[in-house]
């Protein structure tokens, strides 16, 4: 090992030592608890309803037994508008096919633009080529306004789908709140998207109009994507109106098709006041848009979310959870292509200004994003536990480096959070601050664990539930428990659970996707675990369970312990069940530049494991990899890794298309090839590792 990587390695350990799972790392003082907007909804509660909880568990168990309540007091907590009123809360209860506010007629799009305020920025914009620049609400609502009325005027009408592919831009979001407030409904994919990945996704909902761009830069370079858009548009047949919008080079007028509209071009025409324009009043459950899902296998599941359910849930979620305030900024890392996009995008619900970037994350230098957050003086940053990593790989010390002086929350969401994660904001980013951790899901397009900004903040422990969200881990007895890993299952419904899968007319892939295991109860697919206290933690996908002499792992955790050692800078690990009652579990690394995989390094990764956990987390062999597979998302891709391992060729269990390294599937096939006598790998287990787990079991009863 050179001295730059030992250097490296050390540095990495000695952030890391000390912190223990569940430790205390922050407590809100009496005037931030007073302040933060949980309370003011407790006080207008105890007001207006004459109901009084003595803590925020006490709360969030009224806000899933008592569903019809809770959310009728989230209608009008937050004054929804609707051009006709709901009968009732919940017309029916059951799941799948809950009905939310039946009769209500609303329009996403409006409430969005009802904050709309003269002489201040409605968003910011930041590329690796455009400086920090404000987009005034003037500009913004009237362009919204604008491209509405034209998309009226090519015949767009409610039901109709618009799809984009588009990056993290203001004409993304001008084009999205401009298709919902007419109707239709909006699905986009970011230009990083290959034609392939592209085509399957959008080409199921038959879209009437598409954005597009020419191409977009990355990491300082240019990416044109002319070639794809070409595939792209052929494959889409009854596509009616392609709006080419010049972004990589502005000069050029040419679109991706003959008559193809400019858009600056349909932008020509004047203006369209809040008074003349009407927003297309739609039922509560009418679509919004549609999420994909990441399509490891298969065709990507089209998941359609409504207008009503998103609305009420974003809502919530900002005020409650995310405690955003009117009139703050706020910033998070992510793509037009990932859930957490509309999540940004909604921000103005709550008078709150999004903070968007277009680039990598890393250039042109590992800060740029909290350089972001400084220049914007956001109160709020959010980005992957991965990017975390990142930073405590290089030694980035964000509040040596930046005035992070508005900075009140950050999020880190999208992967397992582990104690160092949280304990690295304390240590480098500031100590006053909301550890804000969520988990959720495209599914429903929001937290169903997440920040409680009254609660303390504790290394690895996600704050609680999230209210209206009836979380819990069940065991395969479909009995929830407490302390023990199980699955994490929704008992009730929630307003922004998907309407339907599109094409999906008997609803069979929407029930076997959620509901064939605890029939009418969610199986989300990730292991959860709630403490005494409710804290929560989600460790990783359960179709990618490690079952281990009958006990099963969650993944995050053999991730979270390789995490800490420098030398590796990825890792999959699966668990192949073989015929007569035999396994193989092997731990997949890729090394950092300059290391290679000797008996040493196999040890000290074996030794950890078996140190912070248990035998049972010691795999039975450690493999130098080239790659991690993985989504576009930059999800893990275990569970056809798993699958390849035991003899499924490739094209049946991956989506190359729908991945981020589609050749590093290569190194598995070929794996898989060479090692088909798992069982002889099975009997050179490390020397120990099933006596002790034999004794483990009999000893600690787990």
């Known amino acids: 090992m050179n001295d730059r990587n030992t250097t490296r390695v050390a540095n990495r350990e000695s952030e890391a030592a000390g912190v223990r799972e569940g430790e205390l790392l922050w407590t809100p003082s009496a005037a931030q608890v007073e302040d933060a907007n949980l309370t003011r909804f407790s006080k207008w509660l105890a007001r207006e309803r004459g109901l009084q909880f003595e803590s925020y568990d006490a709360l969030w168990q009224w806000s899933v037994t008592e569903l019809e309540e809770f959310w009728q007091a989230m209608w009008d907590y937050f004054g929804v508008r609707s051009s006709a009123p709901h009968t009732r809360v919940l017309g029916k209860r059951a799941m799948p096919g809950a009905e939310w506010f039946p009769g209500a007629r609303l329009n996403y799009a409006q409430h969005v633009l009802r904050k709309e305020r003269a002489g201040i920025d409605a968003l910011l914009f930041m590329s690796e080529t455009?400086?920090?620049?404000?987009?005034s609400w003037e500009t913004f609502?009237?362009?919204?306004?604008?491209?509405?009325?034209?998309?009226?005027?090519?015949g767009v009408h409610p039901g109709d789908r618009v799809a984009a592919y588009l990056p993290n831009i203001p004409e993304t979001m001008i084009a999205m709140l401009a298709a919902t407030a007419i109707g239709a409904i909006w699905a986009c994919c970011s230009p990083d998207f290959g034609s392939r990945g592209v085509i399957?996704?959008?080409?199921?909902?038959?879209?009437?109009?598409?954005?597009?761009?020419?191409?977009?830069?990355?990491?300082?370079?240019?990416?044109?994507?002319?070639?794809?858009?070409?595939?792209?548009?052929?494959?889409?047949?009854?596509?009616?109106?392609?709006?080419?919008?010049?972004?990589?080079?502005?000069?050029?007028r040419t679109g991706p098709s003959d008559g193809a509209l400019l858009w600056n071009d349909l932008l020509e025409h004047s203006a369209v006041s809040q008074e003349e324009f009407e927003f297309e009043q739609v039922p509560f459950g009418h679509p919004l848009w549609v999420l994909f899902s990441s399509g490891t296998t298969g065709l990507p599941k089209a998941i359609v979310q409504s207008h009503g359910g998103i609305l009420l849930e974003q809502l919530k979620l900002q005020h409650f959870h995310m405690d955003y305030r009117a009139g703050e900024r706020a910033f998070f890392f992510t793509t037009s292509g990932w859930m957490m996009w509309n999540f940004l995008a909604s921000m103005p619900l709550c008078g709150v200004c999004p903070v968007l970037y277009d680039g990598n994350p890393?250039?042109?230098?590992?800060?740029?994003l909290w350089k972001v957050a400084q220049d914007a003086r956001a109160s709020f940053f959010g980005a992957s536990p991965a990017y975390v990593e990142v930073m405590a790989k290089a030694g980035i010390v964000p509040r040596e480096r930046f005035d992070l002086s508005h900075l009140r929350a950050v999020m880190p969401a999208g992967s397992p959070v582990s104690p160092e994660c949280t304990a690295w904001f304390y240590r480098n980013v500031k100590q006053d601050l909301l550890v804000a951790t969520g988990s959720?899901?495209?599914?429903?397009?929001?937290?169903?664990?997440?920040?409680?900004?009254?609660?303390?903040?504790?290394?690895?422990?996600i704050q609680g539930r999230s209210l209206g969200v009836a979380a819990y881990a069940f065991n395969e007895k479909g009995e929830s428990v407490v302390d023990e890993v199980g699955e994490l299952v929704l008992a009730k419904p929630m307003?922004?659970?998907?309407?339907?899968?599109?094409?999906?007319?008997?609803?069979?892939?929407y029930r076997e996707s959620y509901f064939e295991v605890y029939p009418g109860v969610w199986r989300h697919g990730d292991f959860f675990r709630v403490n005494e206290r409710g804290g929560c933690f989600v460790l990783g996908r359960s179709d990618a369970t490690l079952n281990r002499l009958g006990v099963r792992i969650g993944t995050a955790e053999i991730y979270r312990a390789l995490a800490q050692l420098g030398e590796i800078e990825d890792a999959l690990i699966v668990n192949l069940d073989l015929p007569n009652g035999k396994f193989f579990m092997p731990l997949f690394v890729k090394l950092s530049d300059g290391i290679r995989l000797d008996a040493e390094l196999e040890r000290?990764?074996?030794?950890?494991?078996?140190?912070?956990?248990?035998?049972?987390?010691?795999?039975?062999?450690?493999?130098?990899?080239?790659?991690?597979?993985?989504?576009?998302?930059?999800?893990?891709?275990?569970?056809?890794?798993?699958?390849?391992?035991?003899?499924?060729?490739?094209?049946?269990?991956?989506?190359r298309n729908a991945?981020?390294?589609?050749?590093?599937?290569?190194?598995?096939?070929?794996?898989?090839?060479?090692?088909?006598?798992?069982?002889?790998?099975?009997?050179?287990?490390?020397?120990?590792?099933?006596?002790?787990?034999?004794?483990?079991?009999?000893?600690?009863?787990?």
């Not at 609502?141 to 090519?154: K, M, S, Y």
């Not at 307003?495 to 069979?508: A, C, E, L, R």
């Open 130 to 135: 455009t400086p920090l620049t404000g987009v």
């Open 200 to 252: 399957d996704r959008v080409q199921q909902l038959a879209p009437k109009v598409l954005f597009c761009v020419d191409g977009y830069r990355y990491g300082g370079k240019a990416f044109e994507r002319k070639t794809e858009l070409a595939e792209i548009v052929a494959a889409l047949e009854g596509l009616e109106h392609v709006v080419h919008l010049p972004y990589l080079n502005s000069e050029d």
């Open 141 to 154: 609502a009237g362009q919204v306004r604008i491209l509405a009325t034209r998309l009226r005027e090519l």
């Open 495 to 509: 307003p922004s659970m998907p309407i339907y899968f599109w094409n999906d007319t008997d609803g069979s892939r």
């Open 362 to 368: 890393a250039y042109p230098a590992p800060d740029v």
């Open 440 to 461: 959720g899901g495209t599914d429903c397009c929001t937290g169903f664990v997440g920040g409680v900004p009254t609660q303390p903040v504790y290394a690895g422990e």
């Open 604 to 655: 000290k990764i074996c030794d950890r494991l078996r140190r912070e956990y248990t035998p049972r987390h010691v795999p039975d062999r450690v493999i130098q990899a080239p790659g991690i597979p993985v989504t576009l998302t930059r999800k893990k891709m275990e569970v056809p890794v798993r699958k390849i391992l035991l003899g499924a060729p490739v094209e049946q269990v991956a989506n």
């Open 659 to 702: 991945m981020a390294n589609p050749d590093s599937l290569d190194f598995f096939a070929s794996y898989a090839t060479t090692q088909k006598d798992y069982s002889l790998a099975t009997s050179q287990v490390r020397a120990g590792v099933g006596n002790e787990a034999g004794s483990a079991e009999k000893t600690d009863g787990r």
